[in-house]
């Protein structure tokens, strides 16, 4: 895969959309998160790293509010999460789209119906111009898929589904697109076609990524900028190329 860290140097990142300050959250004696800080920028491509179990989920469900974190602060757009009520909670649930391990499609609806299921669910949001077709078709064409309208889940390769999941995150338009594992389970050919589509998107809509991931050669083609996520800390911050060089054995090791 080409280089492509270089070209994020010509974007200057200064707003941020995301502001996570001394986060800490233990589920009884295991203190997961101890202290985690982040920022990331509108327009910007963060990736975080972390090994198995070191609470790179717990992350994502303390920033949608799925789990309540026991101290810090987690500011997005503006909003301090931790003291949102639901129905404003829900609201910027809203700006923000995710895309889970696995594709989870509902097996039993059509890709069609998959794919106006979110429509529904943020209804007032669309109502005014609410052109399903138009929409869904879009959202279809900007992943290559448009002739899978009327197909089942079933009839649809892994990576299938996966891009069709993509197009149903972004078919309400978020501001901000939480990635977790988004190559996982793909072999490297499907991986590449899946990040080549994520960088896509993040330029035609100038969405903000933040992406957990495990695959190194997707967080280097990715990356604006990293975070390494040890012990419950972000223990490393920097540009993949930076990252990659460090002699510190706790960094390396992600990079073997
Ligand atoms: N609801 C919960 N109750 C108790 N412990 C939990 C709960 N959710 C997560 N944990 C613990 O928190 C730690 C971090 O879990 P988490 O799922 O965030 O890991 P992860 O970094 O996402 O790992 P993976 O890469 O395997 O997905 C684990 O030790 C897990 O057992
Ligand atoms: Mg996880």
Request: charged content about 30%.
């Amino acid at each position: 895969m080409e280089d492509t860290t270089n070209s994020s140097d010509l974007r200057d990142f200064k707003e941020k959309v995301i502001d996570i300050r001394d986060l800490r959250k233990s589920f009884g004696d295991n203190h997961v998160l101890n202290g985690f800080n982040m920022r990331l920028f509108k327009g910007e491509n963060l990736v975080i790293m972390g090994k198995s179990g070191s609470g790179k989920s717990v992350l994502i469900k303390c920033l949608v509010g799925l789990e309540t974190a026991d101290s810090g602060s987690i500011n997005i757009m503006g909003h301090e999460v931790t003291e949102l009520n639901r129905l404003l909670l829900d609201k910027l649930r809203a700006e923000i789209g995710f895309l889970f391990q696995g594709s989870a499609l509902y097996d039993s609806m059509t890709v069609r119906e998959n794919l106006e299921f979110p429509l529904r669910r943020h209804k007032k949001r669309f109502e005014k111009s609410m052109d399903t077709n138009a929409i869904v078709m879009e959202a279809l064409e900007n992943v290559g898929l448009a002739h899978t309208l009327e197909m089942m889940p079933s009839e649809l390769s892994g990576g299938m589904k996966r891009r069709i999941a993509l197009a149903r995150t972004l078919i309400i338009r978020p501001k901000i697109i939480l990635y977790d594992e988004p190559t996982s389970g793909l072999d490297p050919i499907t991986s590449k076609e899946i990040i080549e589509l994520m960088l896509r998107i993040q330029k035609k809509y100038e969405t903000s990524s933040l992406i957990i991931t495990h695959d190194v050669d997707c967080a280097r083609v990715i990356s604006d900028r990293m975070i390494l996520l040890v012990d419950g800390i972000n223990y490393a911050e920097g540009k993949y190329n930076e990252l990659s060089k460090a002699q510190d054995p706790k960094i390396k090791a992600f990079f073997k």
